[in-house]
T-cell receptor, first 113, second 114 residues
Framework: KQEVTQIPAALSVPEGENLVLNCSFT??????LQWFRQDPGKGLTSLLL?????REQTSGRLNASLDKSSGRSTLYIAASQPGDSATYLC????????????FGKGTHLIIQP | DAGVTQSPTHLIKTRGQHVTLRCSPI?????VSWYQQVLGQGPQFIFQ???????GRGNFPDRFSARQFPNYSSELNVNALLLGDSALYLC?????????????FGPGTRLTVT
Protein backbone atom coordinates (compact mmCIF):
# COMPACT_ATOMS: atom_id res chain seq x y z
CA LYS A 1 0.00 0.00 0.00
CA GLN A 2 1.38 3.41 -1.02
CA GLU A 3 2.14 5.75 1.87
CA VAL A 4 3.08 9.42 1.53
CA THR A 5 4.89 11.31 4.28
CA GLN A 6 5.48 15.04 4.43
CA ILE A 7 8.14 16.67 6.57
CA PRO A 8 7.97 18.99 8.41
CA ALA A 9 4.35 18.91 9.57
CA ALA A 10 4.54 22.63 10.31
CA LEU A 11 6.96 25.42 9.49
CA SER A 12 7.12 29.10 10.46
CA VAL A 13 9.69 31.37 8.81
CA PRO A 14 10.22 35.13 8.34
CA GLU A 15 9.22 36.73 5.08
CA GLY A 16 11.85 36.64 2.33
CA GLU A 17 13.42 33.30 3.24
CA ASN A 18 13.84 30.46 0.77
CA LEU A 19 12.40 27.19 2.03
CA VAL A 20 12.08 23.51 1.16
CA LEU A 21 9.16 21.20 1.82
CA ASN A 22 9.74 17.46 1.66
CA CYS A 23 7.58 14.58 0.45
CA SER A 24 8.46 10.88 0.47
CA PHE A 25 6.53 7.89 -0.85
CA THR A 26 7.01 4.17 -0.25
CA UNK A 27 6.22 2.72 -3.69
CA UNK A 28 8.30 4.14 -6.53
CA UNK A 29 5.88 2.79 -9.18
CA UNK A 30 4.11 6.10 -9.62
CA UNK A 31 2.82 7.77 -12.76
CA UNK A 32 3.13 11.36 -11.56
CA LEU A 33 3.33 13.53 -8.45
CA GLN A 34 1.34 16.66 -7.84
CA TRP A 35 1.80 19.48 -5.32
CA PHE A 36 -1.27 21.33 -4.06
CA ARG A 37 -1.92 24.34 -1.87
CA GLN A 38 -4.88 24.44 0.53
CA ASP A 39 -6.05 27.54 2.37
CA PRO A 40 -7.96 26.99 5.65
CA GLY A 41 -11.34 25.34 5.04
CA LYS A 42 -10.93 25.60 1.28
CA GLY A 43 -10.38 23.28 -1.66
CA LEU A 44 -7.07 22.38 -3.27
CA THR A 45 -5.20 24.51 -5.80
CA SER A 46 -2.83 22.64 -8.10
CA LEU A 47 0.67 24.12 -8.04
CA LEU A 48 2.88 21.75 -10.02
CA LEU A 49 2.57 18.32 -11.64
CA UNK A 50 5.68 16.26 -12.35
CA UNK A 51 5.47 13.25 -14.64
CA UNK A 52 7.48 10.20 -13.53
CA UNK A 53 9.85 10.71 -16.46
CA UNK A 54 10.64 14.29 -15.38
CA ARG A 55 13.11 15.50 -12.77
CA GLU A 56 11.63 18.91 -12.01
CA GLN A 57 9.01 21.51 -12.81
CA THR A 58 9.05 25.26 -12.22
CA SER A 59 6.32 27.86 -11.91
CA GLY A 60 7.28 31.34 -10.84
CA ARG A 61 8.88 31.19 -7.40
CA LEU A 62 8.08 27.49 -7.05
CA ASN A 63 10.29 24.60 -8.10
CA ALA A 64 9.43 20.94 -7.54
CA SER A 65 11.85 18.08 -8.00
CA LEU A 66 11.25 14.35 -8.21
CA ASP A 67 13.61 11.46 -7.50
CA LYS A 68 11.40 8.50 -8.25
CA SER A 69 14.00 5.84 -7.47
CA SER A 70 14.51 7.12 -3.94
CA GLY A 71 10.82 7.94 -3.45
CA ARG A 72 11.32 11.64 -2.77
CA SER A 73 10.08 15.01 -3.97
CA THR A 74 10.84 18.51 -2.75
CA LEU A 75 8.99 21.78 -3.20
CA TYR A 76 11.26 24.81 -3.15
CA ILE A 77 9.70 28.22 -2.48
CA ALA A 78 11.92 31.21 -3.22
CA ALA A 79 11.63 34.59 -1.51
CA SER A 80 8.65 33.59 0.61
CA GLN A 81 5.78 36.05 1.14
CA PRO A 82 2.99 36.21 3.76
CA GLY A 83 0.53 35.23 1.00
CA ASP A 84 2.33 31.88 0.73
CA SER A 85 0.94 30.91 4.14
CA ALA A 86 -1.17 27.78 3.61
CA THR A 87 -1.02 23.99 3.87
CA TYR A 88 0.96 22.32 1.11
CA LEU A 89 -0.05 18.81 0.11
CA CYS A 90 1.86 16.27 -1.95
CA UNK A 91 -0.05 13.57 -3.85
CA UNK A 92 1.12 10.64 -5.96
CA UNK A 93 -0.71 8.93 -8.79
CA UNK A 94 -0.19 5.15 -8.64
CA UNK A 95 1.22 3.39 -11.68
CA UNK A 96 -2.11 1.78 -12.53
CA UNK A 97 -3.71 5.20 -12.65
CA UNK A 98 -7.14 4.10 -11.43
CA UNK A 99 -6.89 4.03 -7.66
CA UNK A 100 -7.04 7.69 -6.86
CA UNK A 101 -4.37 10.05 -5.72
CA UNK A 102 -2.63 9.18 -2.44
CA PHE A 103 -1.99 12.27 -0.33
CA GLY A 104 0.34 13.13 2.50
CA LYS A 105 -0.99 14.97 5.56
CA GLY A 106 0.53 18.22 4.41
CA THR A 107 2.96 20.84 5.69
CA HIS A 108 1.34 23.81 7.42
CA LEU A 109 3.38 26.86 6.43
CA ILE A 110 3.30 30.26 8.11
CA ILE A 111 5.28 33.16 6.67
CA GLN A 112 5.78 35.89 9.26
CA PRO A 113 5.59 39.48 7.93
CA ASP B 1 -13.91 29.62 -17.47
CA ALA B 2 -15.60 28.50 -14.28
CA GLY B 3 -13.72 26.03 -12.16
CA VAL B 4 -15.14 22.99 -10.40
CA THR B 5 -18.24 23.94 -8.42
CA GLN B 6 -19.75 22.14 -5.45
CA SER B 7 -22.98 22.55 -3.52
CA PRO B 8 -23.90 23.09 -0.82
CA THR B 9 -20.97 24.88 0.82
CA HIS B 10 -21.87 23.75 4.31
CA LEU B 11 -24.28 21.16 5.64
CA ILE B 12 -25.33 20.01 9.10
CA LYS B 13 -27.02 16.62 9.47
CA THR B 14 -28.02 14.31 12.31
CA ARG B 15 -26.72 10.77 12.78
CA GLY B 16 -28.70 8.25 10.74
CA GLN B 17 -29.78 10.76 8.10
CA HIS B 18 -28.93 10.72 4.42
CA VAL B 19 -27.02 13.41 2.50
CA THR B 20 -26.49 14.27 -1.18
CA LEU B 21 -23.57 16.39 -2.32
CA ARG B 22 -23.27 17.81 -5.83
CA CYS B 23 -20.39 18.63 -8.14
CA SER B 24 -20.09 20.25 -11.58
CA PRO B 25 -16.79 19.69 -13.39
CA ILE B 26 -14.85 22.15 -15.49
CA UNK B 27 -16.36 22.49 -18.95
CA UNK B 28 -14.88 19.84 -21.23
CA UNK B 29 -13.85 17.57 -18.36
CA UNK B 30 -15.47 14.14 -18.45
CA UNK B 31 -14.14 12.61 -15.23
CA VAL B 32 -15.19 13.40 -11.68
CA SER B 33 -13.61 12.06 -8.49
CA TRP B 34 -14.67 12.37 -4.86
CA TYR B 35 -12.43 12.65 -1.82
CA GLN B 36 -13.06 12.86 1.93
CA GLN B 37 -10.77 15.05 4.03
CA VAL B 38 -10.97 14.73 7.79
CA LEU B 39 -9.51 17.62 9.76
CA GLY B 40 -5.72 17.43 9.93
CA GLN B 41 -5.44 14.68 7.33
CA GLY B 42 -4.86 14.51 3.60
CA PRO B 43 -7.82 13.75 1.31
CA GLN B 44 -8.84 10.08 0.93
CA PHE B 45 -10.11 8.79 -2.43
CA ILE B 46 -13.75 7.65 -2.49
CA PHE B 47 -14.85 7.27 -6.14
CA GLN B 48 -14.00 8.14 -9.71
CA UNK B 49 -16.60 8.34 -12.49
CA UNK B 50 -16.04 8.69 -16.21
CA UNK B 51 -18.73 8.72 -18.88
CA UNK B 52 -21.32 7.82 -16.22
CA UNK B 53 -19.49 4.67 -15.18
CA UNK B 54 -17.60 3.98 -11.96
CA UNK B 55 -13.92 3.65 -12.80
CA GLY B 56 -12.39 3.45 -9.34
CA ARG B 57 -13.41 3.02 -5.71
CA GLY B 58 -11.50 3.64 -2.51
CA ASN B 59 -11.82 1.84 0.80
CA PHE B 60 -15.18 3.22 1.93
CA PRO B 61 -18.30 1.36 3.13
CA ASP B 62 -21.34 0.71 0.95
CA ARG B 63 -23.11 3.59 2.68
CA PHE B 64 -21.22 5.76 0.20
CA SER B 65 -22.47 5.80 -3.39
CA ALA B 66 -22.23 8.14 -6.35
CA ARG B 67 -23.41 8.66 -9.87
CA GLN B 68 -22.56 10.80 -12.87
CA PHE B 69 -25.08 12.42 -15.18
CA PRO B 70 -25.01 12.91 -18.99
CA ASN B 71 -23.76 16.49 -18.50
CA TYR B 72 -20.82 15.02 -16.47
CA SER B 73 -22.00 16.51 -13.17
CA SER B 74 -21.99 14.13 -10.22
CA GLU B 75 -23.68 13.38 -6.92
CA LEU B 76 -22.19 11.73 -3.85
CA ASN B 77 -24.70 10.08 -1.53
CA VAL B 78 -24.03 8.97 2.02
CA ASN B 79 -26.63 6.93 3.93
CA ALA B 80 -26.99 6.28 7.66
CA LEU B 81 -24.63 9.10 8.60
CA LEU B 82 -22.14 8.55 11.41
CA LEU B 83 -20.31 11.16 13.48
CA GLY B 84 -17.12 10.03 11.73
CA ASP B 85 -18.50 11.12 8.37
CA SER B 86 -17.97 14.75 9.41
CA ALA B 87 -15.39 16.04 6.95
CA LEU B 88 -14.69 18.26 3.97
CA TYR B 89 -15.86 16.47 0.82
CA LEU B 90 -13.88 17.43 -2.24
CA CYS B 91 -14.70 16.91 -5.88
CA UNK B 92 -12.04 16.89 -8.58
CA UNK B 93 -12.40 16.87 -12.35
CA UNK B 94 -10.04 15.90 -15.13
CA UNK B 95 -10.21 15.59 -18.87
CA UNK B 96 -10.24 11.80 -19.00
CA UNK B 97 -10.46 8.80 -16.70
CA UNK B 98 -7.60 7.72 -14.47
CA UNK B 99 -5.35 9.90 -12.39
CA UNK B 100 -2.57 10.39 -14.88
CA UNK B 101 -4.21 13.63 -15.89
CA UNK B 102 -3.98 16.78 -13.77
CA UNK B 103 -6.74 16.92 -11.19
CA UNK B 104 -8.61 20.18 -10.55
CA PHE B 105 -10.39 20.44 -7.22
CA GLY B 106 -13.49 22.34 -6.17
CA PRO B 107 -13.94 24.35 -2.95
CA GLY B 108 -15.49 21.42 -1.10
CA THR B 109 -18.61 20.81 0.97
CA ARG B 110 -18.16 20.93 4.74
CA LEU B 111 -20.40 18.23 6.28
CA THR B 112 -21.01 18.23 10.03
CA VAL B 113 -22.84 15.26 11.56
CA THR B 114 -24.26 15.81 15.06
Amino acid sequence: KQEVTQIPAALSVPEGENLVLNCSFTDSAIYNLQWFRQDPGKGLTSLLLIQSSQREQTSGRLNASLDKSSGRSTLYIAASQPGDSATYLCAVCPGGGADGLTFGKGTHLIIQP
Amino acid sequence: DAGVTQSPTHLIKTRGQHVTLRCSPISGHKSVSWYQQVLGQGPQFIFQYYEKEERGRGNFPDRFSARQFPNYSSELNVNALLLGDSALYLCASSVFAGFTYEQYFGPGTRLTVT
